[in-house]
């Protein structure tokens, strides 16, 4: 069997382990710590000054406090995303509250700004004021976010924005991560860095990242004993964590030109085929890349993104359909959507490629071997009709 290639696997900078070995020899192995005060000063240095960052558990967690932040409960309203990783949505579930999901758009395949108004226009002629609006950046690229944040200013909803795909993406220089009232970052083991499991809250206001480190340590009030007046609960970033972390923001700019890079070599090789295509950038727009995403037109190409799936799978390399929408999912069936079916066929014909930073030249020359052989293949039975 030959080795495996992942579809995003972890890529260390080096610096990593210093930072984790000085929590090991201060005794800082603790959910605090000098490396979780560093990675927060790093990320809200990177995004923008006057940034405030709480570094979390996980990105998820950061979803579900900037949640708890916006006053969502019971019998509440969130309007999501569909086409996002789940995560994006099991926070408002959480709370007990609905989500309204939302169809992607052709350009950016993030939320429809249209589909987005039309709903909540609708909701308000329900009498339901939705609780937040949450556009992603899905693979890296920026939603439409001059125009959702228009929408969002005119009815007066605040925007979460989930970023823990598009760390180092930005719109006319303007660092995702920065759009919303409250954005969230993820540093699981797949994304552009990593910090083994983690994410973090990021906030223009630090009123919400002090709350989220309240929060996020139990919701202990000022005394001796524990006291607590608000429910709390286990979220932040643990030193260790942080020190990983630390070491990868000293290599996000690197990741991001790798990532970007590896989208133009499939991009170059792959885009002149039939029936064949690549997200292209908007005016203004940079994505980090985090995943090359291909768009197979089974009419035109001969061939579907199952069997291209399934001829990487049996050379052992990881490719994956785009993610699901949350309004096909069996989990989120009876809840409202608006759209139509962008996102659908987008999840019928598009597959995540191999896109780890540290893709070596005989990896690329194995994972193209493969995808020739598949496009070939198809050209040499069309050709001999
Ligand atoms: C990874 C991811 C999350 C969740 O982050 P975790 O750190 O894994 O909890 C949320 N939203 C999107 C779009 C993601 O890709």
């Known amino acids: 069997m030959k080795p495996k290639i992942w579809l995003s696997a972890p890529h260390m900078g080096g610096n990593e382990q210093h930072y984790v070995n000085e929590a090991f020899d201060s005794n800082w192995v603790a959910p605090l710590g000098p490396n979780v005060d560093g990675l927060e000063q790093n990320i809200a240095h990177y995004l923008r000054e006057n940034t405030s960052v709480a570094a979390l558990s996980s990105g998820t967690a950061a979803i579900h406090l900037a949640l708890v932040m916006l006053g969502v409960q019971p019998g509440d309203e969130v309007i999501c995303q569909s086409m996002t990783f789940s995560a994006s949505a099991n926070p408002i579930a959480y709370l007990g509250a609905t989500p309204i999901f939302i169809d992607s758009e052709p350009e950016t395949w993030n939320m429809s700004p249209v589909h987005l108004e039309a709903a909540i226009k609708d909701r308000l ?3 339901k004021k939705p609780k937040a609006i949450i556009p992603v ?5 920026p939603a439409h976010m001059q125009a959702i944040m228009e929408i969002a200013e005119r009815y007066d909803i605040p925007v979460l924005e989930d970023a823990a795909e598009a760390l180092g993406s ?45 929060l ?10 524990y006291q607590h007046s608000q429910i709390g609960y286990n979220y932040r970033m643990s030193n260790i964590c942080a020190g990983i ?13 790798q990532r970007r890079a590896i989208f133009d070599k499939y991009e170059q090789r792959y885009s002149g085929h039939p029936g064949v295509s690549f997200l292209k950038e908007p005016e203004g727009y940079s994505s980090n890349r985090w995943l090359t995403t291909i768009l197979i037109d089974p009419q035109q190409a001969g061939i579907n993104r199952e069997t291209l799936r399934l001829a990487l799978e ?13 309004h096909l999912q069996p989990v989120f069936a009876n ?5 139509d079916d962008c996102a659908e066929k987008l999840f019928e014909n598009g597959l995540c490629l191999p896109s780890t930073s540290s893709l070596t030249d005989s990896d690329i020359e194995r994972i193209f071997s493969v995808m020739d052989s598949v496009f070939q293949h198809e050209l040499t039975i069309v050709g001999g009709r």
């Open 245 to 257: 972390g630390r070491g990868q923001m000293e290599v996000l700019l690197e990741r991001v030109a």
């Open 125 to 127: 002629s329900n009498g």
């Open 314 to 326: 049996n050379d052992n390399i990881e490719s994956r359909p785009l993610w699901k929408p949350m």
């Open 170 to 214: 930005a719109i006319d220089g303007v660092k995702c991560g920065t759009f919303g009232v409250m954005s969230v970052l993820s540093f699981n083991g797949n994304k552009i860095i990593t910090t083994s499991g983690g994410g973090a809250l990021v906030a223009k206001e630090a009123k919400y990242t002090e709350k989220a480190r309240f």
């Open 137 to 141: 950046h899905l693979y890296g690229m």
């Open 335 to 339: 809840c409202p959507f608006y759209g």
């Open 216 to 225: 996020s340590t139990q919701a202990r009030d000022a005394a001796p004993h």
